[in-house]
């Protein structure tokens, strides 16, 4: 049987708690959210400093990308959580004999 790749066993290491999974995903949102209201407000200060918006759109792209992926890691997990114990308690196909 070929091994997990570690990817895999990480995340699912992950969503062995649900909660945290669940707090790995919504910190994931917190983070992106925050990128994008960066990324909002430095539209107001470009006339004034064009450098520092420019400065903190830097900074706002990098949050969205940290943010995205910090959540897609959560998303991830509680998928595979709800996944795993889906087909845990689902019946064999196979196994079923109609005499």
Known sequence: ?????????????IAQN??????IFMVGQVVFFVGLALFYLSAD???S???VAELMVLIA???????AGIALIGYLAITYGRWYHFFKN????GNTTDD
């Not at 790749?5 to 995340?11: D, L, M, R, S, T």
């Not at 792209?61 to 943010?67: Q, V």
């Open 90 to 93: 689902s019946p064999k196909k």
């Open 18 to 23: 649900y909660q945290r999974a669940l707090a």
């Open 61 to 67: 792209l990098i949050l969205l990308a940290c943010g």
């Open 1 to 13: 049987m070929a091994k997990a790749p570690k990817a895999v066993i990480w995340i699912g290491r």
């Open 49 to 51: 400093t064009p450098l």
């Open 45 to 47: 200060r470009y006339d």
